[in-house]
C-alpha cells in the first residue's frame, strides 16, 4: 500500500477558488477542487459517464478539469455500468461502504487527482509512504 500524507490546509487551499481576489461573481470563479458525494445528480452523471468512457456535457466538464475530486467511492463492474440506460439506475447498490469501529457501514470517500502537470507538481512535494503487505495480510484485507 502506498499512502500520501498531505496537510488538510493545502487540501483546504485546493478548494478556494483562483479567482477569489479578483472580485469575480461566483459564477465566474474556477475551482481546483470539488467535493461530489452520492446522491447528488452530477455524482451520478459523472460516474455514469466515466464508466462508460463516455464524453461529459458542458456541465460537469468542471469535473474533468479539476485537480482534485473528492467524493463518494463507487463499486460494480463496469459492465454493470455499461448495460444501464440512463445515470438515475444508480443508487445506493453502487456506493461502497466501509464498516467503522462501531461496525456501523459509512460510504466510503475516495481523494481523485488529475493526471495534469498542476496535480502533478502538487503530488511531488507530498510525502509518500510506502507499507508493504505479504500474501497473508492481503487474503485477510480481500475479504
Known amino acids: 500500500m502506498i499512502a500520501v500524507t498531505i496537510p488538510r ?15 469575480e ?14 446522491p447528488s445528480p452530477q455524482w451520478k452523471q459523472l460516474i455514469w459517464r466515466s464508466k462508460r468512457a463516455a464524453t461529459l456535457p458542458e456541465p460537469l466538464r468542471k469535473y474533468r ?3 482534485l475530486l473528492v467524493g463518494t467511492t463507487t463499486k460494480g463492474a463496469e459492465q454493470t ?18 464498516k467503522g469501529p462501531d461496525d456501523r457501514k459509512k460510504e466510503a470517500v475516495q481523494y481523485v487527482f488529475s493526471d495534469d502537470e498542476e496535480a502533478h507538481e502538487f503530488l511531488v512535494k507530498q510525502k509518500f509512504e ?6 497473508a495480510e492481503m487474503a485477510r484485507v480481500q475479504r
Open 65 to 67: 478539469d479539476a485537480l
Open 9 to 23: 490546509d493545502q487540501i483546504e487551499e485546493l478548494f478556494r477558488s483562483d479567482n477569489a481576489d479578483n472580485n
Open 130 to 135: 510506502v507499507f508493504p503487505f505479504s500474501a
Open 25 to 38: 461573481d461566483d459564477a465566474m470563479q474556477k475551482l481546483r477542487a470539488y467535493d461530489l458525494r452520492y
Open 81 to 98: 455500468y455499461l448495460d444501464m440506460q440512463d445515470w438515475q439506475e444508480i443508487d445506493q447498490r453502487f456506493v461502497l461502504g466501509i
